[in-house]
């Protein structure tokens, strides 16, 4: 039984050791997103709380993210417009950041596309309902780079949807956004 166990042990330490997990600079990282709409478009920054990346033999394996949804922000207005769009995306019409301050993403799998190229397959929690998503990510020295769109409806944000509403107009605001996300570890 202590042979079985020794064995365990150096096994586990042995692939504990060559799995390395960089956690990321949440004051440098950053999510920039872009909301369209048939009059145009709206776009701002939400922060991370937290997050790392995985990688074995400099090769990604994995990561982890939590986004503080708190911190949603509107960049192309000022004013009471901008106060007006960032109160409208925290309600329950669209994010609901009372009841769900943090989104956060999980690597599931991932596919390497060329060097320092991978396809990244994850769940994605946004209101407490989680749905797989895919993007691709590059990194560069210690930096990371995706683009990451999101169809909104799959966590029930319905809000001026063209899919769920008849007569909008040029009140409809398109189901998917779009994520651009910097890391840097």
């Known amino acids: 039984m202590n042979k079985i166990l020794s064995v365990l042990l150096v ?4 692939i504990t050791i060559s799995a390395q997990t960089k956690p990321i600079n949440i004051s440098k990282s950053k999510i920039t997103w872009v909301g369209k709409k048939v009059t145009g478009q709206h776009e701002g920054i939400i922060k991370f709380k937290e997050g790392a990346l995985i990688f074995k033999n400099k090769k ?3 990561g982890h993210f939590t986004a503080d949804m708190t911190s ?3 960049t192309d207005q000022s004013g009471k417009d901008k106060e007006k769009l960032e109160g409208h995306l925290r309600s329950g019409d669209f994010f609901d950041v009372e009841n769900f301050g943090t989104s956060k993403l999980v690597f599931k799998s991932i596919t390497s596309k060329k060097l320092n190229s991978y396809t990244v397959n994850a769940d994605l929690t946004i209101k ?3 749905k797989p998503v895919t993007f691709d990510m590059f990194i560069k020295g210690r930096g990371a780079k995706a683009k990451v769109i999101i169809d ?5 944000i319905q809000y001026g949807s063209g899919s769920f509403f008849d007569d909008l107009g040029d009140r409809t605001i398109y189901d998917e956004f779009e994520l651009n996300v910097s890391l840097f570890f």
């Open 72 to 74: 949603l922000t509107n």
């Open 11 to 14: 096994l586990f330490i042995s």
């Open 60 to 62: 990604l394996i994995g």
């Open 128 to 130: 407490g309902k989680t």
């Open 152 to 156: 909104r409806t799959k966590y029930g």
